[in-house]
């Protein structure tokens, strides 16, 4: 969630609609892992306060990461944080690309992932440039 926070500091300081984008995109990707943890929890016998504490945690977590990215990027040049940006974005896709992708699927094919995932991201772009 740190790295969340960081790519939304980031992606704000590009531009406000860019940050936007993004806060709805984190909420709308972390609010489905965050059920999943918590539904985890319940089914294996952990405790009601333990499981609200969690939950409370998320948006702490998230609210930290983008403070401290914050911190870290006032007043820094455009190019540093687009850099930042790329990072966090990276980071993330290497997460995507080598851990959920394999274990969503049983017949794992790597190079037919790396390509669908790369081809979204094209997808994207057009998309996004096509719309303004």
Do not use: C
Request: proline share 3%; aromatic share 8%; hydrophobic share 50%.
């Amino acid at each position: 969630f740190i790295t969340d926070g960081l790519m939304l500091v980031s992606g704000s300081g590009v531009s406000q609609s860019l940050g936007l984008l993004l806060g709805i995109a984190l909420f709308a990707a972390d609010s489905p892992e965050a059920f999943a943890t918590i539904a985890n929890m319940k089914s294996k016998g952990g405790r009601r306060s333990t499981r609200l504490l969690l939950t409370a945690s998320f948006p702490v977590i998230l609210i930290g990461g983008a403070l401290l990215g914050e911190w870290l990027l006032r007043g820094s040049p455009m190019v540093v944080q687009i850099g930042v940006l790329s990072f966090t974005a990276g980071i993330i896709l290497t997460l995507v690309e080598s851990q959920i992708i394999p274990e969503t699927f049983e017949n794992w094919d790597g190079s037919l992932a790396a390509l669908t995932l790369t081809g979204s991201f094209i997808g994207f772009a057009l998309l996004s440039s096509y719309l303004g």
